[in-house]
């Protein structure tokens, strides 16, 4: 008991000795100084991309030929023949796909 509780006051002694460290005199000053500076300084300035409406549009006619020709062609495998050109037509639909998304967003 004795034990813990010298362990306990040597701990509370310690923490307390070591909350009242003192800063060096400038360091409150070049915080402060930091902090000032920072927000002295605008925000980046986001410059939106005008959307080109034209090259959404053929991305989008694109998008709805290629996903218009996707259920003629997975039904030919339903019946044992892949056709060849699937596989480049879904990641051309993904492409096309992603680029609509980025240029929405923007």
Known sequence: MKTSTLLLVFLLSASLA???RVRPAGQHQA???EAQFEKSIPPPVRQSQRMDLT????????????AQSVPTDVEQTTKGILPRDLNAKLKRIEKLAKQLRSQIDH
């Open 55 to 66: 090259k959404a549009r053929e991305n989008a006619n694109e998008l709805a030929n290629l």
């Open 31 to 33: 915080d402060n100084a």
């Open 18 to 20: 070591w909350g009242q």
